[in-house]
Each structure stands twice: as C-alpha cells, then as structure tokens.
C-alpha cells in the first residue's frame, strides 16, 4: 500500500523472525532502496530539463521564456497597487568585435561579467534576465524615472571599469529605459519600447543611457 498507492518508496519491511523470513525482508527492502534510487534519479533529472528550458545556461539567468512570465506578472502587480517600474534593455557594445578578436571564450567572461556588474546595481527585488545573445531586460520594482536614471547610469559606469582578457579590451553598454507610470501596454509593446531606445543609444555611438516615461 505504501508503495503503490503513497509511492513512498522510502517504506522498509522489518526483518525480524525466523530465517527465511528475515531474508525475504532484506531482499525486499534492498529492492525498495533501489526503487528509491531511481525515483530519486528520476526527480533530479526532470527538474534538471525543467531548468534548462527556463534557465540560460551560460549566466543562470531566467531566458527569454521565464523572463517574460515573471515581467509580465510583475507589471500587472504594479499596476495593481499604482506603483512606477522601469523597464531597462542593456546591450553589451561591440560585442561580436570582442568574439572575432579575442574569441568566444572572452566573450562568454564578458557575458558573466556584465551580469555581476548589474547584480551589484540593482535590488534583489528586481528582475534580471537574459533576452538572447548580449542583450538582457531588468525590471525595476517601485522605481521613479529619477532612481532608474541612476541605476542604468551604475550599470554603465560599472562595466566601463571591466577588463576583459587583457587591461586594452574595455566593455561598455548601450541601455534604453522605458519609465512606466501607468497604461496597459503589453509585455511585447515595452520591451519593443526599451529596445528602440536602446538602438538611439548605440546610434549615437553606445556608452549610454536614454530614458522615455510613458
């Protein structure tokens, strides 16, 4: 009963009485142990995929997928309780560059790095994840267009104190900042928003910082 109807796999007989009786028990619990085994395997494994397809591999950050869940609750929470967010896109400059010269294992320190420099910038109430590729979203909880401004300009200045491979490869980000004060745009409208903004940063040769309320 334990084992199938509770799958308590971690159920033991006693092995007590005659002989033949103790050894039947022992052989029993021995095939509960591996039954057990295997189902702890088995736990490990599915939540090892179910990390994988919402975890990104290279900086354990949300992807893409898991991101966009947790923004858009985010958001509808704010909404709810009338509080301001921004919505940062940053994206690392010239980053096939760094890749090209000094390979794609520099660009993966890069990478790493950049997310510890926006670690050290923002609460651990915000939201960080990985869009793809260079390009990351944070979400920042409670914040005005002021404190935003701060922040991504803490992020900038940040990674411009990163070394990357040897002391002449500097790293510097373009950040747009999307100021939510109220309105129902959706997940995919802002992010746009942020990415634009971000774009207008690199067009005016990246390093910097443009913010938009709306």
Same mark, same amino acid.
């Given at each position: ?111 790493? %790095? *950049?997310? /510890?420099?926006?670690?050290? $910038? ?7 994840? !990985?869009? =793809? @590729? &260079? ?50 745009? %959706? *997940?995919? /409208?802002?992010?746009?928003? $942020? ?7 690199? !067009?005016? =040769? @990246? &390093? ?7």
């Amino acid at each position: 009963h334990e084992v199938t109807e509770r799958h308590n796999f971690g159920a033991r007989v006693a092995t007590e009485g005659n002989d033949e009786i103790a050894r039947l028990g022992s052989c029993f619990n021995a095939m509960l142990a591996e039954l057990e085994k295997r189902a702890a395997e088995k736990t490990a494994f599915e939540a090892q995929l179910k990390r994988q397809a919402l975890n990104d591999d290279l900086t354990g950050l949300p992807n893409r997928r898991l991101l966009a869940d947790r923004l858009t609750y985010a958001l509808d929470l704010a909404r709810r309780r009338s509080h301001e967010v921004a919505l940062l896109y940053i994206d690392l400059d010239k980053f096939k560059q760094l890749n090209d010269t000094c390979g794609h294992a520099a660009g993966d320190d890069a990478l790493r %790095s *950049l997310v /510890a420099a926006i670690n050290s $910038a923002i609460r651990s109430t915000d939201l960080l994840g !990985r869009i =793809g @590729g &260079d390009e990351f979203a944070v979400l920042l909880v409670d914040c005005s267009e002021n404190d935003a401004r701060i922040v991504a300009e803490r992020i900038r200045q940040s990674v411009r104190e990163l070394r990357i491979s040897d002391d002449a490869t500097r790293l510097s980000v373009s950040t747009g900042v999307v100021c939510i004060t109220g309105g129902k745009q %959706s *997940l995919n /409208a802002l992010l746009g928003q $942020a990415d634009g903004l971000m774009y207008a940063t690199k !067009r005016r =040769g @990246g &390093d910097g910082v443009c913010v938009q309320s709306i």
